[in-house]
């Protein structure tokens, strides 16, 4: 059983940490990355060409292959930690990029090395990248983690970065486990340096991501170097981080965890040229993690004061008596009910009260919240698109109008009854209990904002008979609904089927 159905607008396992902010590295908004040239001039040798990999499905080549050959590099097939394949594409400099990224522009020669690449051969050895993945090695426990890569970090300010950080799965034979690290590091006179370090992991889970799979730099404000890195955690949790080096201090701004990866990323909301961080915190975990069924969420960060700060739908502040604030009040109370609809007509409603004017809210604006819930509303419009069960997602949005049209091609003795064809042969076989506490939970929560509206009740009926077919309030329910809408034949036929029993 899942433990609770109480869906807040706040963020649950997000966790800011912020630091002082002293000094700057100015970062571009487009740079060129720069390598430290090798302290030799030969380079070992690679075949001309790669052959190609053909695709399990269709046998043709695959074009990421054929255009790492064609570009010159050569494909090697490496094992991953969970024991996939991922191509990798080797380049003349020892540098390499994943395949499909190099094909989609996302990473070129001389950005990315590792451990594997750094051959022992005096004749072929970068010598100061293999002094720093030495340097950095030298300060973690022995085979700690499946190996070591670095990558130049653009600047400005003519100076050049190098991070360096453990990558693939870490050595789960360790006591204690030891958290995957990251630092930064500067090339001076022939000698590396060290100008930050830190390990991703925190106060409440101190233990970080298991495996870390990409390291990319990205622009959120000027003044800082920023850096993105994702992970995951056990079979297919993941891992964000979002780091930040202002030329003094390392130190991590944003760190989340998520029952599965790839679930954050950086984008300009609000077209101010500063970028924000989204993560996405949907719920998998409907009836279980591969059944197709899940609940949207977002949350969302903002650079603001030197500090991120989660964004939320909010009141406005102490105050302001305007005619929006009723009409904000009203988007809050109804995205509090997952009436998502609702809440949407009433923040645009508010904004278009407002005109120019944007005041400030408890976290955030009164456009922020405008955006927060347009996020949130086309999340749930996208994911009844895709659900395997939409009548439940139609309740996730608020949308009880669309969730008794899912209803409306049986008769009532087939609504009401432990074979329904709603549940029969579909994914919430088998999870006819989490099903009724979910839609008993969203129907009361929309009862309390829209109580009149007829098809909230026919739910929320249905929700209590899949729990307890002898419960008083079910009868009650039906007869609302066909009070409430006398002029439609299913709310009064079906609550005239269940009296006559």
Request: with cysteine; aromatic share 10%.
């Amino acid at each position: 059983m899942i433990a609770s159905l109480h869906r807040t607008l706040t963020l649950v396992f997000a966790i800011v940490l912020v630091g002082l902010n002293t000094g700057c590295v100015p970062v571009p908004n487009s740079a060129q990355p720069t390598t430290i040239a090798p302290t030799t001039t030969a380079l070992p040798s690679r075949p001309p060409t790669a052959t190609p990999v053909p695709t399990a499905m269709t046998g043709l080549a695959n074009p990421a292959s054929v255009y790492c050959s064609e570009q010159g590099g050569y494909l090697e097939m490496r094992t991953t930690g969970d024991g996939g394949q991922i191509g990798v594409c080797l380049f003349a400099d020892n540098s390499l990029c994943e395949e499909w990224a190099f094909y989609r522009g996302e990473c070129r020669p001389g950005e990315q090395y590792d451990s594997t690449t750094i051959r022992p051969d005096p004749t072929g050895i970068p010598a100061p990248i293999g002094e720093l993945l030495a340097l950095f090695r030298a300060n973690l426990p022995a085979n700690a983690f499946n190996d070591l890569a670095a990558q130049p970090v653009p600047t400005t300010d003519g100076s050049q970065l190098w991070i360096v950080y453990s990558t693939g799965m870490r050595n789960f034979d360790l006591n204690p486990l030891v958290p995957h690290t990251l630092a930064l590091y500067t090339y001076t006179d022939g000698r590396w340096q060290e100008r930050g370090r830190t390990t991703l992991s925190t106060e409440s889970f101190t233990d970080g991501p298991d495996f870390v799979g990409s390291v990319q730099q990205v622009q959120i404000a000027p003044g800082r170097i920023w850096l993105q890195i994702e992970g995951g955690i056990g079979a297919h949790g993941g891992s964000y981080h979002l780091l930040s080096f202002d030329g003094t201090e390392l130190r991590t701004e944003v760190a989340a965890f998520s029952p599965y990866p790839g679930f954050g990323h950086t984008e300009d909301l609000d077209g101010d040229g500063v970028r924000e961080v989204v993560l996405n915190r949907s719920e998998p975990y409907i009836f279980c993690y591969a059944c197709g069924v899940y609940y949207p969420a977002y949350q969302v960060y903002r650079w603001q004061d030197e500090r991120m700060v989660a964004l939320q739908i909010s009141d406005l502040t102490d105050g302001q008596t305007e005619p929006f604030a009723d009409l904000n009040r009203q988007a809050i109370t109804s995205a509090q009910a997952d009436l998502w609809a609702d809440a949407l007509a009433a923040i645009n409603a508010a904004v278009a009260q407002a005109g120019t004017a944007d005041p400030t809210t408890q976290a955030g604006t009164l456009r922020w919240n405008q955006r927060l819930i347009q996020m949130t509303h086309t999340a749930h419009m996208n994911a009844i698109a895709e659900s395997a069960y939409p009548l439940l997602n139609k309740v996730f949005a608020g949308d009880y109008d669309g969730a008794v049209a899912e209803m409306r091609a049986y008769p009532p003795q087939a609504i009401f009854n432990a074979e329904s064809p709603l549940i029969v042969g579909t994914v919430a076989e088998g999870w006819v209990e989490t099903l009724s506490e979910y839609v008993r939970t969203e129907a009361e929560k929309a009862a309390g904002v829209a109580p009149e509206r007829a098809a909230i009740y026919v739910i929320w009926a249905w929700g209590r008979f899949l729990a307890d077919p002898t419960d008083p309030a079910i009868g009650t329910d039906l007869e609302r609904a066909a009070q409430l809408q006398p002029d439609d034949p299913f709310f009064t036929d079906i609550a005239a089927w269940w009296a006559s029993r």
